[in-house]
């Protein structure tokens, strides 16, 4: 198994990615709907974090399923792999939005942790203007073929494995130092997990989590041809966490 997963160039429609989306699929659909999302064409990329805070976490099994919409791993789904297997903290996992699977039946648990633990770390996307890649939270390698190929390489010890998975799906180190660096041998990387007011650009990693989930936020689609986002990003990095 992958854990990168490869799309070709999309011929017949849009490509757009979507930032965290925490358990609010309605006010989601409410913004497709916006900006005439057709789904027998366009395609959704979610950065992951699907679940927790939201009122509609369950409904992640659906979405996954969905022929038209693809998310990686975010560190949210990765609290809901972990968490049949006991060696989390109750009180830890409900502060972090995570009540709604600690009430879950065994079952379901067992359901969440395993469709999750499917979901690719990273997608690259074929676009006319060159391959975007999608990961939760940052690409720790200065080139993304070394990402990509350090990820799915067998004789990676499992941690270093766990090292890397760690900052891919949990590192704000990249914004904190407003590190402008980019990400080598990609022509854009789109991130999510660090709420922003609007979204913004680092070099050429794209951060569109504008917190739809929030009661002040709001979904930033970016169409991954373009790199245009709708909103428009005003400029000036801004951030709110
Ligand atoms: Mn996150």
Redesign the pocket.
Known sequence: MSFVKRFERNTVGRDFAVG?IHGHFTALQNRLAQIGFNRDVDRLFSV??LVDRGPESDNALEWIDLPWFHAVR???EDMAIRWPSGNMDSAHYAANGGGWNVSNPRYLQLAFSGAFDALPIAMEVETEAGLVGIV??DCPFPTWRDFTVSIDDSNLSNKMRKAIFEAA??SRERIQDEDRSGVAGIRALIV??TPLKNPAVLGNVHYIDTGGWFRDGYFTLIDLSTLETIPPIPGKLDWAA
Do not use: V
Request: avoid cysteine; aromatic fraction near 8%.
């Open positions: 965290d992951g974090d975010g560190n949210h939760h939270a799906l949990w999510g997990h």
